[in-house]
């Protein structure tokens, strides 16, 4: 899958970069997963960011590379910690929780 997505980094990447500090908390937490996703960083780090941030341009070239340091890597540590506990003890508080069952009842009429 990733060798379809890779072409398209560069009209993929701005346009999730552009959701992930939405006002909307399901919007956000989908465009953080999928900013996670889009880079593979759980599985190879930064390598893909680093390939892909050399080539862009302007201002958005260091709000994106600020955010992948401080959030995505974070997020991408705390999922892997959360595969290799076998994905138990997700331990939710009731707002995560509550997030949890907004995201999940997006399109479904919840």
Do not use: W
């Amino acid at each position: 899958m990733h060798q379809l997505v890779r072409p398209h980094l560069s009209v993929l990447a701005p346009a999730i970069f552009s959701c992930v500090r939405d006002m909307v908390i399901p919007v956000k937490l989908s465009a953080e997963q999928a900013f996670i996703a889009l880079f593979q960083v759980t599985q190879k780090g930064d390598a893909i960011f680093d390939k892909y941030i050399a080539a862009v341009e302007g201002p958005q070239k260091r709000s994106m590379g600020d955010y992948f340091k401080r959030v995505a890597v974070k997020l991408a540590a705390a999922e892997k910690d959360r595969d290799e506990a076998g994905g138990a003890g997700l331990g939710l508080n009731s707002d995560e929780l509550e997030d949890l069952k907004e995201i999940m009842g997006v399109g479904f009429g919840a």
